[in-house]
Nanobody, 125 residues
Framework: QVQLVESGGGLVQPGGSLKLSCVISEFSGYYSIGWFRQAPGKEREGVNC????????HNAESVKGRFTSSADYYKNTVYLEMNNLTSEDTGVYSCAAGRFPYSFCSLKAIEYDHWGQGTQVTVSS
């Protein structure tokens, strides 16, 4: 059973930055990592995904140019760096793992099998 643990959330002012971490118990094969967020009263939204096979990434339009993902394979960790944050970025951020073909990842939650518990990100002055 693959386990994921997120950390790094918190309170940040508008315009600020945060870096989330997702530690994966098993980081092998064609696992891709998706980052999702859910704000109160809103549907879950996929914001970024990272393919462990070649480092390919994909961002949702809402975060393009502001969010980037990367990995430290020795630490079994994927990071989501978030810059120029706004109140619209507030929510619970979760990472998820799923098996995809080489270089592929997805922003669709249904395509992921394993989920972390989430970490709260609040953007407020």
């Amino acid at each position: 059973q693959v386990q994921l643990v997120e950390s790094g959330g918190g309170l940040v002012q508008p315009g600020g930055s945060l870096k989330l971490s997702c530690v994966i118990s098993e980081f092998s094969g064609y696992y891709s990592i998706g980052w999702f967020r859910q704000a109160p009263g809103k549907e879950r939204e996929g914001v970024n995904c990272f393919s462990s096979s070649d480092g390919n990434t994909h961002n949702a339009e809402s975060v393009k140019g502001r969010f980037t993902s990367s990995a430290d394979y020795y630490k079994n960790t994927v990071y989501l760096e978030m810059n120029n944050l706004t109140s619209e970025d507030t929510g619970v951020y979760s990472c998820a793992a799923g098996r995809f073909p080489y270089s592929f990842c997805s922003l669709k939650a249904i395509e992921y099998d394993h989920w972390g518990q989430g970490t709260q990100v609040t953007v407020s002055s």
